[in-house]
């Protein structure tokens, strides 16, 4: 869960610079993230290539 907030928030700081919002809800066993930003853009889905590959 640590890596899934750390790449969520990272996106959304990269393409706003307003505040984001950061929400951690655990309910029944289970841990639901949301990284909610101010930006009309939705994200779009992409494939990853060997150089989107972080040391």
């Known amino acids: 869960m640590e890596l899934l907030v750390g790449e969520l928030v990272a996106?959304?700081?990269?393409h706003t610079q307003e505040m984001i919002r950061l929400t951690l809800f655990f309910?029944?066993?289970l841990l639901r993230c949301e990284?909610?930003?101010p930006s009309a853009?939705?994200?779009r889905p992409g494939h990853a290539t060997a150089n989107d590959a972080r040391p």
């Open 11 to 14: 996106n959304s700081l990269q």
């Open 35 to 37: 990284v909610e930003d």
């Open 41 to 43: 853009v939705w994200c």
């Open 27 to 29: 309910e029944d066993g």
